[in-house]
């Protein structure tokens, strides 16, 4: 019977930055009610979705001895509930012999890994559900008959870029492409050649997870991919063999397939709104077919006919076919994040959340007679053979195949007979499998495992009294994955195709053959860059370095590990120092810090939102010039906050953008975040083809995320037009500067605007208004004319302005003028015949921003091989002390200057509780940190927001020097009516100045305008 998908959402606690940026808190449940309340709007009805479960994990809770989260007041869900309301129905079901999927949607950082897997004692709903499951086997066997057996087998694989890797088969990951997805005629798509390992306890499915998880944090790191657009599937296998009334042996199966999905932000948004590569990366593929899959599902249970499912459409929705709309029961658990700056996506989660309840599945017992399945299985591979032996080929198939891809039909051939070959290895392994005895092949892997627990076993050991890094990384479920002892003696640091191998192999962007070397002495540790770089406590090293306890260090721009000392740390703790551990967060806050950020920053929520945005592209901005560098692209990055008005925006907030710098013209685009993460995420898959020693890795400049057309225009900067004087009737003539969003001067533009009849003639000279106020109801006309540009950026080919005057919808635009000093000749006429009060005051009070935008000269040559210089040479010249980062050895000159050697302290986290629980041996063993929470970095933060300061306050004063120098104007008008109302024709200079209260600062000519009267200026004015 068709059921309908279970939904729960699950509402996380604030993390520290939510705390102290004093988040407000946009989640409110009620029973299995959720209400979500916009920011921009507190006061509003909140909107309101029913689900089957709404649980309350935000607050109410302690954290017990053991560390575990434990309610305090009846509304807090925590582990176990929701393992016994979701976890315990699939266990059940697993039991009785149905498939059944769990996934978790919801944005990066919303609590996805923590209900699914959990973290520390807090264990989620995989580890619950496995140690339940052999609760249950065990309890069975102990009344078991001799024909009675349970079997439990376990894969793990990961979907990145639309590429499946087998956690549990390192070489598989390594292969090019990863590996394939074949569709069987009947059971549906599945993963070529998927390592299923036999399982005999809880335990052995914890090591494989654990080995599961290393495999990824190895391949993460290697690939600088992005963990969290990774989405990883562990598929339980639970056969259960028991005789039935009649004595004859049933088998009844059930796939259990625990899905943490990738992180579902901007999943469509992305690919940044006007870049010409924006479809181009596959990295969202997966879960933008899948919020397709489930629309199309849901239309189809409301009854729309003809809707098509698009499946087909990505790996993710292939593989999780039956989860979504066949033979399983399936549950949803959407992830919320509590606070108010994640309003927008928590809201499209609890949509995507609220579309998937419509959907059906059908799930059946999956239960036969052994016999029958072994006998179908056997008849099948007859078949097949015989189809391979006579060439034929099925229906089945050809629409196994269809879609497969436009190939030529001889290709498509041999992909359907590698196809069936693949399938006859599968059934005669299944029969293989059937044959043998559950006990054989349990044997077979514990034998296979035997040497990799012993190894892991004796890493454990070996931890506790030898110096290693352990690594940190963004996902806290990746972190204090990976480990490298360095024992007595040296031990060299190096990529894998370093000869001989070296001790201590790291591999990815920027790692070298010889990339550094550590030594051990009696266990005083120093580490030494050779010929790449490496950063100690976020300060690069030029000299052998001594390491302690809990150093931070990074090797080339992404591999970060903590060094841990067991000795060192022993000694800490018995002379009562605290040693406190590292996290990813800390660790990159430092290192931005140590970049030169040294202001204290201010504490608005502004600021610390900012502040955020910027610890985050950081390591992004560095990865995409380290791999500019290794591929010689000739682009350098740097990040740049962007005020609104800097935008042509007359209100917003401050954002963090992107400036891709040429290196050899030095043309400049600013890339705003969601464009810059979208290339990034090409750029990795260039240098993915790279590594992989793909040929085709180049590709032509139109696909090239380093490349941006020189025609692509960027805005050269902004100019305020005050309009005051047009209120008076008067005309505005001025020569106004370009101002850019640093507050750098980009030139100058000069324009004209003057009041005329609607016919465009001027006016007559008593047609100027005392008081603005005359104008309403009144008609006004002017012209407005933007002459010329002067002294615009060098590299300008081409230029033009654009605005928008009062209530316009489109902007205005000048004709293109060519180079630094560009001729615009533009005029147009305004018709205003009957003037508003609104719009009378629009004149008096505000501006009209021009915005000058380029297109610059193209001579870059792509390759640059004949400029003879490289990537890094180019980088190397360049001055941005932005990244310049600075030296160890400094650093700790200064610190010993003041006397203090210390080491940066770093908050001390609940997840050190498992360390504690250690002390008793004498000895702390690194225990993962605990998630990463990311933190602020107030000098970081503040030299960005320091230039967009100042860009504000230049743009202030000159916007208060045009304000008063508008009211001058005003003044000086009222006085030449007064004069001439009396008959006089002259003003002197004097009087003027009296007016004004003797000139001084405040001259009421420019100084380019008294330039060009001369001396005359002084004297006297005549009346017009
Ligand atoms: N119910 C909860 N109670 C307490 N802490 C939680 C809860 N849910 C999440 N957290 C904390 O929030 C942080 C982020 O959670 P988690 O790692 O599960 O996010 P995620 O959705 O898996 O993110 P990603 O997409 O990056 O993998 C972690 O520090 C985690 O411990
Ligand atoms: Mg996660």
Redesign the pocket.
């Known amino acids: 019977m068709a059921e309908n998908v279970r939904v729960a959402v ?1 509402v ?2 604030f ?1 520290d930055r939510e705390k102290q940026r004093k988040a407000s808190l946009i989640i409110d449940m009620r029973g299995n009610s959720t209400y979500i309340k916009n920011p921009e709007d507190m006061g509003a009805e909140p909107r309101s979705f029913a689900f089957d479960y709404s649980y309350w ?1 935000h607050d109410e809770f302690k954290e017990s001895a053991n560390g575990y ?1 434990e309610p305090t007041g009846g509304r807090y869900a925590d582990q176990r509930k929701v393992f016994n309301d979701l976890g315990q129905g699939v266990l059940d079901n697993a039991w009785k012999g149905y498939n059944c999927s769990l996934f978790a949607y ?1 944005q ?8 699914m897997v959990g ?1 520390g004692s807090n264990k989620g709903i995989v580890p619950i559900f496995c140690e339940e499951l052999f609760k249950g086997v065990e309890a069975k066997k102990a009344t078991a008959g001799e024909n009675e057996e349970y079997q439990v087998t376990l894969s793990m694989l990961e979907i990145y870029n639309e590429q499946v890797r087998d956690l549990l088969n390192p070489k598989s990951i390594a292969q090019k492409g990863g590996l394939k997805v074949r569709q069987h005629p009947s059971k549906g798509f599945y993963v070529e050649s998927l390592v299923s390992c036999p399982v005999s306890s809880y335990n052995d499915i914890e090591n494989k997870i654990s080995e599961g998880t290393r495999n990824r944090t190895v391949a993460a790191t290697n690939m600088n991919a992005t ?2 657009r990774a989405h990883t599937i562990v598929a339980i296998t639970f056969v259960q063999k028991t005789p039935n009334e009649t004595g004859q042996s049933m088998t009844r199966t059930s796939v259990v397939n625990l899905v ?1 999905l ?2 579902s932000e901007r999943a469509e948004s992305t690919g940044a709104t006007g870049d010409r590569l924006k479809e181009g990366s596959a990295i969202n593929q997966s879960l933008s077919t899948l919020g397709n899959v489930i629309s199309a599902l849901a239309d189809l249970s409301m009854g729309k006919k003809k809707t098509v499912v698009p499946y087909r459409d990505s790996v993710l929705t292939k593989l999780l076919q039956n989860a979504l709309g066949g033979n399983s029961k399936t549950i949803m658990i959407a ?1 919320l994040s509590p606070a108010d700056i994640n309003f927008d996506e928590t809201l499209s989660t609890l949509r995507f959340a609220d579309r998937a309840k419509a959907i059906k599945t059908t799930a059946t017992v999956n239960e036969s007679p052994t016999d029958k399945l072994i006998r179908e299985l056997r008849e099948e591979n007859a078949r097949l053979m015989e189809l391979l032996k006579t060439g034929g080929i099925t229906l089945e198939q050809l629409s196994a195949n269809a879609g497969a891809g436009g190939q030529n039909p001889n290709q498509e051939i041999e992909e359907m007979k590698k196809a069936m070959e693949e399938e006859l290895r599968k059934n005669q392994e299944e029969i293989e499998n059937m044959k043998k005895t559950w006990q054989e092949r349990l044997a077979e892997q514990e034998n296979e495992n035997k040497s990799n627990v012993d190894a892991e076993l004796k890493k454990q050991e070996e931890k506790k009294v030898i110096p290693h890094f352990w690594n940190l990384h963004e ?3 990746l972190t204090a994955m990976i480990v490298h002892f360095t024992r007595e003696g040296t031990s060299k640091i190096g990529n894998k195709n370093a000869s001989p191998a070296p001790e201590i192999t790291i591999s990815g962007l920027s790692i070298q053959k010889q990339h550094g070397v550590v030594t051990n002495k009696g266990g005083v540790v120093k580490i030494k860059a050779i010929d790449g770089k490496i950063l100690v406590n976020g300060a690069k090293i030029t000299k052998e370095t001594d390491l302690h306890h809990n150093d931070r260090v990074l090797f080339g721009p992404n591999h970060l590990y903590v060094f841990h000392h067991p000795q060192d740390e022993a000694k800490n703790f018995k002379e009562g120092k605290v040693t406190e551990t590292p996290t990813y967060d800390t660790a990159q806050e430092e290192i931005a810090k140590k970049a030169g950020f040294m202001d204290k920053a201010g504490k608005s929520e502004e600021d610390l939102i900012l502040q955020e945005d910027v610890i985050q592209m950081l390591p992004m901005v560095n990865e995409a010039d380290a791999m500019s560098a290794e591929l010689d692209k000739k682009v350098k990055f740097e990040l740049a906050l962007v005020s609104p008005q800097a935008r042509g925006l007359k209100g917003g907030k401050t954002e963090v953008m992107v400036k891709m710098r040429n290196l050899e013209n030095g043309n400049e685009w600013l890339w705003d975040r969601n464009k810059f993460i979208n290339r990034k995420f090409l750029m990795q898959e260039m240098y993915q083809n790279y590594v992989e020693g793909a040929d085709d890795w180049d590709v032509p400049k139109e696909k090239d995320p380093f490349w941006e057309d020189a025609d692509v225009e960027v805005l050269i900067g902004t100019v305020h037009v005050h309009l005051m004087s047009l209120s008076h009737k008067l005309d505005i003539e001025e020569t106004l500067t370009v101002t850019n969003y640093q507050g750098k001067e980009n030139g100058h533009i000069e324009i004209e605007v003057m009041p005329c009849t609607p016919k465009g003639e001027s006016l007559g000279e008593d047609d100027f208004l005392d008081d603005p106020k005359e104008l309403v109801g009144k008609e006004l006309n002017f012209k407005f004319k933007i002459n010329f540009g002067r002294g615009l950026p060098s590299n300008m080919r081409q230029s033009c302005c654009k605005f928008k005057f009062y209530l316009d919808n489109q902007y205005t635009s000048t004709a293109y003028g060519d180079g630094m000093n560009p001729e615009y000749k533009f005029e147009k006429l305004f018709k205003f015949p009957k003037c508003s009060q609104e719009f009378v005051d629009y004149l008096m009070e505000s501006v009209a921003v021009i915005e000058v935008w380029g297109k610059q000269k193209d001579t870059s040559s792509k390759g640059g091989a004949t400029l003879g210089s490289d990537t890094k040479q180019l980088m190397a010249r360049e001055k941005s002390n932005l990244f310049g980062l600075s030296n160890y050895e400094e650093e700790q000159a200064k610190l010993k200057k003041i006397g203090d050697n210390k080491q940066t302290p770093v908050k001390k986290k609940g997840g050190n509780k498992a360390a504690d629980s250690n002390k008793d041996n004498g000895v702390i063993i690194p225990v993962p940190p ?4 990311k933190k602020q970095n107030d000098q970081q933060v503040n030299a960005y927001k320091k230039q967009a300061d100042d860009a504000d306050r230049r743009a202030k004063a000159a916007e208060q020097r045009a304000a008063s120098s508008e009211s001058q104007v005003s003044d000086i008008r009222s006085l030449l009516t007064q004069k001439k109302r009396g008959g006089a024709d002259t003003i002197t200079i004097a009087e003027l100045e009296a007016m004004l209260g003797g000139g001084g600062g405040r001259s009421t000519t420019s100084t380019a305008q008294k330039e060009h009267m001369g001396d005359q200026a002084s004297k006297a004015c005549t009346i017009q």
């Open positions: 699950r996380r606690p993390n994990s989260l919801g990066t950082g919303s609590g996805k890994s923590y209900s973290y963990s969290s943490d990738a992180g992830a996902d806290p479920a605990p998630p990463a929470e």
